[in-house]
């Protein structure tokens, strides 16, 4: 069975830098697309970062872009959720998914447990 971890989360002043890590067991992440998916008080899951199972091709949200950076190491089987010039905006609980697949889509194969993130002003 696969499970995924996620760690990383914390809190952190507006304006500050987070990376999130998620460790991938039981299965190898060569074998599966990732994304990272945040989701905030009151609000609906939102796709925020997607990586191919390559590594070639990566896609952010809108609302990330240019702040946010997804990267898989293979060798570790860990992928990785930078995110810098944090928002009180971005506050929510960050989950990543693995879905077995040359590219990410929304059918999800795999979830983490989730590590919350809280952006303080």
């Known amino acids: 069975q696969v499970q995924l971890v996620e760690s990383g989360g914390g809190l952190v002043q507006a304006g500050g830098s987070l990376r999130l890590s998620c460790a991938v067991s039981?299965?190898?992440?060569?074998?599966?697309?990732m994304g990272w998916f945040r989701q905030a008080p009151g609000k609906e899951r939102e796709l925020v970062a997607t990586?191919?199972?390559?590594?070639?091709?990566?896609a952010y949200a809108t609302s990330v872009k240019g702040r946010f950076t997804i990267s898989r190491d293979d060798a570790k089987n860990t992928v990785h959720l930078q995110i810098n010039r944090l928002k009180r905006e971005d506050t929510a609980v960050y989950y990543c998914?693995?879905?077995?697949?040359?590219?990410?889509?929304?059918?999800?194969?795999?979830w983490g447990q989730g590590t919350q993130v809280t952006v303080s002003s």
């Open positions: 998914a693995a879905k077995f697949s040359i590219i990410f889509t929304t059918q999800v194969d795999y």
């Open positions: 039981g299965g190898t992440i060569s074998n599966y697309a």
């Open positions: 990586i191919t199972r390559t590594g070639e091709s990566t």
